[in-house]
């Protein structure tokens, strides 16, 4: 495909998008039903849609049975650890093999024109983005997921929170279901602001951000503290009625999900004329610029609190006046005396 039909490249081989970013319709004011409609296919395509297939292979297919689930044991715990890191390995090893080993698709469409394997750096671990990213991901990325799960399916299986089943409160189940994206961007907005701040961006969130060109092994490579923090948000189900099929859905939005923000590429070919959009931009943003999209837009808390950045040069004007006036303010600051 001729990615120069939907976007530009510039002198160093980085691409972007023509068309600016949008935040999600479903907030946007004043309510436009016709930009809800378009938005809406792209809600649930093709992500969610993965999402949930998997949520119900997983519940239906690759879960002990309740009596089980009642006994905590290594047995059943260490069977959801390896369907979740198969799951991983196999989806996140795919994408690696195909858009960066192989080089499919080469930079077509591709935001930073390098690949991450050309660039070495020390700051990751053995000089190697992948390595890095693979072993923070099974060393404690996807144990901290598997405990989750575990806690949560021993708790409904002993009736531990206000489960549910689908006859009992059919409306909010689906209200709920079609909401779980949205509370977790709202989540992830919240923790990722959090982490953010100057003690906790140095100590915690820069291991992810050392990844400043990500590819899909960047997507869980954080310090444990982050790991434990991102997917906290399931927890939400031992507060509101639920059903551990809407957890697993819950679980691999949160999980498997990470890669989203990260594949580096905006769109995927999937023959000569056609392609998937990855809907990676925003995050992609986010690891260019550290200090703006905090969420993926769909919830507009970054453009509440001025923090949106669409890839327009106008986004680029706001972002470094606001940059200007964080600098003055640090500088105005009365320098501390020598004790
Ligand atoms: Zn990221
Ligand atoms: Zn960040």
Redesign the pocket.
Known sequence: MNDLGYGTRDKRGNWQPNDALQTGALFRWPFSITAFLKWLPGYFLPHNVIFMGLGCLFWFVLTPDRATLQTLSWDWALLIFARNSILIAVLYGAMELWLYRKRAQGTRFKYNGKFPSDVPSDVFWFKNQNLDGILRTFLTGLPIWTAYEVGMLWAWANDWGPWAVFGQNPVWFVVFWLILPLIHEAHFFCIHRLIHTPWLYKHIHSV?HN?IN?SPW??LSMHPVEHLLYWSDSLIHLIVPSHPLLLLYHLQITGTGAVV??IGFHKVETGDTAAVDTHAYA?YL??KYFEVNYGDGAVPLDRLFGTWHDGTPASDERMKARFRKKCERLNAKPAQSPS
């Open positions: 992810h990844s990500p960047s997507s923000g990260h995050h986010h690891h």
